[in-house]
């Protein structure tokens, strides 16, 4: 490996950078290389080359679009084991998780490759007609997270250029490294300018959502970022989509079997080591069944091993990066001195490796920290709850309206709870269940606006409406 191995695209050429930073491996705080961090400049030519791309790409007949993206799935199945090791080593996940996201990105290209946004005839009169047609909106910017790289970026990509924008995408820094080799391999299949993958820190994010000749960004991040992000896109009225953070609760009925539940409910919470914007960080067990639910719980969390995501067995990796391991390690410090029972983990070891052990905490208060915030972290308060309005309204009582459960036997009862509950998605007796033809956006302040669908895809065009009259 070079000393830095991974270029930027711009225009279809690789492009480095004077200055860089370092990719950090979270399972062992070892350098895995150096990337490239653009400067303004760069960020002026990838916009530049994506305007540039944009009136031949979005002229480009449909089908040859959705050939262009069939191909961008085969790069990735073609290097799928590669990809899968270079996410372990950057992201942290184990290897279930990173084989579930790069096969996720293939399915998601190949998926999205095959939507169409048919043109809609809503008037045919005499000699009059009026159609309702989606246009592209030109260059797209995207921004992307830390907990799954590459699979964002895709949700991204697919739809932006299916509908015939082009797009300048900047990875989180902490996790750079597989998009950017996806940048550098699309340059193979894809006509120059039309994708653009710029690397660097937030300030680059702030470029890029101020950017004049762009029309859209497309965020993926967390609420607060996503505020910033709105104001700057102000400045042309940018169209937004924003897929923000979540306080996601579960809700567990009494009539369901504490055993037959305890694992989906425990990875409903911990998969991707809870850097998960779905995953349930608040588990609303009623009370004829909390303690027997805990301690399946506990007994499940004990057989699951935490490592690097390199060795075979291991199922839960590290955190990410530094910041979010000590913003963990505070809410758990928080616990301790608030004199909150741990019912398992709690206590962090001395590293190497950004790793918290799993942690279940025996119901807190309702406004205790690890119940009103977002831990994105292995920490799960356990709530015990008697009254059923009472655990919705507890449920609802969060700025955030991202996803949630319900687990119940009687099928029926769970969806009156599931559809009480102000969410963007609600799942019922099942968890983390997406698809490219599922609509998926949050409530309140976890977002604004849809990904995946045609929804979704809408979210890429303008709608015109063009009206007809035949001339006498
Ligand atoms: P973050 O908001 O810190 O960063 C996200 C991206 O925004 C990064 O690429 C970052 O460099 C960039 N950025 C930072 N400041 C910016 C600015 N001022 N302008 C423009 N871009 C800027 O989020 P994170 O820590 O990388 O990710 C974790 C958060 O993302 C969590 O809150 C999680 O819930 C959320 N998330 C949401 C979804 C979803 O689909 N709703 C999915 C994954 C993660």
């Given amino acids: 490996m070079s000393e830095v191995p991974y270029a930027m695209s711009i225009n279809g050429q690789r492009v480095f950078s004077g200055e860089t930073a370092q990719a950090i491996n979270p399972a062992t705080e070892q350098l895995i290389c150096d990337f490239p961090m653009a400067s303004r400049e760069h960020l002026e030519a990838a916009v530049a080359a994506a305007k540039a791309a944009f009136p031949a790409w979005a002229a480009t007949p449909v089908e040859a679009r959705q050939r262009s993206l069939e191909a961008l799935a085969d790069v990735i199945e073609q290097n799928q084991e590669a990809f899968i090791e270079l996410l372990i080593t950057e992201q942290g996940k184990g290897r279930g998780g990173a084989e579930w996201e790069i096969g996720g990105a293939i399915h998601w290209c190949r998926e999205i490759a095959k939507q169409r946004l048919e043109e809609e005839v809503v008037l045919r009169q005499g000699d009059e007609e009026v159609v309702t047609r989606h246009t592209p909106i030109g260059v797209v910017g995207a921004i992307t997270p830390w907990n799954f790289p590459l699979l964002l970026a895709v949700w991204k990509i697919a739809p932006a250029l299916m509908t015939g924008n082009t797009l300048v995408l900047k990875p989180s820094p902490f996790t ?80 369901v079997d504490p055993k037959a539940v305890a694992k989906d409910l425990f990875w409903a919470s911990f998969a991707n080591s809870a850097q998960f914007c779905v995953a349930s960080k608040r588990l609303y067990i009623h009370e004829d069944i909390y303690d027997e639910l805990a301690r399946e ?118 969806e009156r709870v599931a559809r009480r509950i102000e969410a963007g998605t609600v799942w019922i007796n099942q968890a983390h269940v997406f698809s490219p033809g599922f609509a998926f956006g949050g409530h309140k302040q976890s977002g604004l606006g849809i990904e995946n669908s045609l929804h979704g895809l809408a979210e890429y065009t303008n709608m015109q409406t063009l009206m007809r009259k035949v001339l006498p």
């Fill in 176 to 255: 750079p490294l597989c998009t950017l080799w996806f940048g550098e391999l699309a340059q193979a299949v894809l006509p120059a300018g039309v994708f653009n993958v710029v690397s660097g820190g937030n300030e680059l994010g702030q470029w890029l959502t101020e950017h004049p000749d762009i029309g859209k960004i497309s965020f993926t991040g967390s609420t607060s970022t996503g505020r910033r992000v709105m104001q700057s896109a102000a400045s042309n009225l940018k169209r937004l989509t924003l897929e923000l953070g979540g306080n996601d609760p579960a809700i567990v009925l009494p009539d």
């Fill in 297 to 414: 719980l506990v007994a499940y969390a004990q057989g699951v091993k935490l490592g690097n995501g390199m060795e075979p067995d291991t199922e839960l990796g590290p955190l990410q990066n530094r910041m979010q391991y000590e913003k963990v390690c505070d809410l758990l410090e928080d616990s301790r001195r608030a004199g909150h029972r741990f019912l398992i983990g709690g206590e962090v070891g001395s590293g190497p490796g950004f790793f918290i052990p799993v942690t279940l905490i025996d119901n807190p208060p309702e406004d205790s920290r690890c119940v009103v915030e977002e831990a994105f972290g292995p920490v799960l308060p356990l709530l015990k709850y008697r009254d059923l309005d009472d655990v919705i309204a507890r449920a609802n009582d969060t700025p955030y309206g991202l996803a949630a459960s319900v687990w119940g036997r009687d099928v029926q009862a769970a």
